[in-house]
């Protein structure tokens, strides 16, 4: 049973080689974060002017305010102790000055423009469509698994058939549809098309069908209602396929772009990626700026990824992920 | 994992439409049915109302209107019109040029590295395993609008990292996505060094469902761990590896973001991909019809991947 364990030597290599492949991979988030803490002005006593770490060649791996903060603590510890309080004012000075650039543009994203009313639409958006995909889709999985009702194969084909046809081709008719139903810029724009979306009702359906008719059967003598049997017994055991459904349903409706950029026209409304490409295609010159914000888009999946990774793995490998 | 990773493919146990119950055929039986079973109708009614909605009737529609020349008031119906600008428009064939040459390198690419990254992953222990596999799929989870918008500062001409490292060996600066020679490039390069973390999860989650007294067996035999990997697990994997060929070639298809983030489609048509110019067609020039008739070849370019797909996946369960 047991696979032959490499020797040493040969582990290590392979570990040394997946590193330098996971750095590379890495690398781009890194550098979303790394820029986002860079120091954009810094002018020390014998610096003619004020320089920026955030354009400079060659670029600085790492934020800037980081060693210079230590110079300066440092100095301004030598400066106590030789009584020069006019230099350790200085240099007590210079360590806010790093602290505040290197935070500012954070401050200045929630400020000067609208990223926190952008996070919290994101927010919002995913959370009603997450838990409202649940409650649908679970609902009609369930009785596409486990009732047997005229028209049940006829509605199941109908529904899977369109799982084959990308998005892309409904865009210009689902614009019109919106534009007819006078929900054009308005967050149901997004909403109702992404609460239609049918992968959940196919996945809930599979899962479904491992409950225990008995189970069902049971609750049925017991005189539960259909909601009842749903509410009470079907749902608690679907868990594991209510999780990994809610999390890709999240991170599908967190990332979504094409859609919203063309249904959104105010600032107000804007999701994060809606935001952000507004952000980069009118503050060209401010890669700490766009990176700032693109830091706050990226921690609220990079925080759900790490906290629920088994139902990644999961979800992947129960079916297909439509991107 | 006993399971194949399979997609999004229906059981073969549902593949007959049997009819329910005993109503074949009668009126009154089938009547009796539905009502019988009002609960299960009402418990599917949310998802018909929006499925209808916002996904049937646009997609009637969007056939509809390909032969259509839209207009608010009345639509004029306009034949095969829109279908003969679509093939005869350049913009089109460069389209769909740049797509086939995005799909066509980075397709292979991406499964390969991720073949390959797993099976190294794979040799290692189970923290390692699991280590290695998040950092893999982390930039998977991370929107395209982030990733488009640092490699686009990446490809800086005057203080990119890419740039830089070129300097290195004195290999001049490049204007990478400023260029029609190389912003095509720069777009499948970035595409090639994101991780392909789907890939690698599936590919794991399938070698750790292959028998190890195959291995064993092939052990007796002298055969070096080299040669295992290229008579079993490669033969072995190939349900995953079509499945992901295909997966990505459809999402390829489908390249978009990176597009309107980094280029727009520039300089000239360089970077131009099929769904970036039904964008521009539809709500920038909002040419309706035209738009509708890209659609619609679009859709059957990756409708002939998913029927194969579909065929390929059901014959191996």
Redesign the interface.
Known sequence: ????P?DRL??LI??G??TV??V???L??Y??FS?SLQLSSYQSQDMERPVSYV?????KMYPMGIPLYFKHWGEAREAAKAGDAKEEEYHRDMMDHIVSNSFGSFKNLFKKHDVGKWFFNSIYIAVVVTIGILL??S??G???AK????G?????????S?????G??????????VGNLGLMDTHWALI??D??M??G??LMR?FMYSIPDELLEAARMDGAS??RT?WTVVLPLARPGLAALGIFTF?NV??S??WP??VLNTSELYT??VG??TL?DANLAS?KL??SG?AV??IP??I??ILF?RY??KG??????K? | MTQMPMGAVPKKKDEKLKVIGKSNGNPKKLFYEVKRNYSAYLFLLPKLILFTLFVAIPVVWAFVLSFQKYKIFGSEFVGFANYIKVFESDAFRIALKNTLLFTVVTVPFGVISALVLSTLIFELGKVSQSLFRSAFYLPTVTSMVIIAMVWRWMYNYDFGLFNYVLGWFGVGPVNWLGQSSTALWALIIMQCLIPFGVGIIMYLASMGSISQSLYEAARMDGASRFKQWIHITIPLLKPTTLYLVLLSTIGSFQVFTQIIMMTGGGPGSATETLVHLIYKTGFRDFEFGLAGAQSVVLFVIILIFSVIQFRVLRHDE
Request: glycine share 2%; aromatic share 16%; net charge positive.
């Open positions: 049973m047991k696979k032959k490499l040969n582990k392979i570990f080689l997946l492949f996971a590379v991979s890495l781009p988030l550098w979303v820029t354009d400079s060649n060659p670029p649908i889709d609902m009609a369930y009785v596409l009732k047997k009702f005229p049940r194969n006829l509605i199941f084909w109908i529904i899977i369109t799982m084959m046809i990308p892309q081709v409904t865009l210009v008719p689902l614009f019109i549809m109702l098309p609460l239609s049918v992968f009702v196919f599979q259909e909601w749903f991170m967190w990332n772009f094409l950029i063309i994060l990626p952000l490409k980069q890669f766009l990176m693109a888009a990226a999946m990079i759900v990824f990774q990644f793995v992947l490998t129960l079916g297909g992920v991107e």
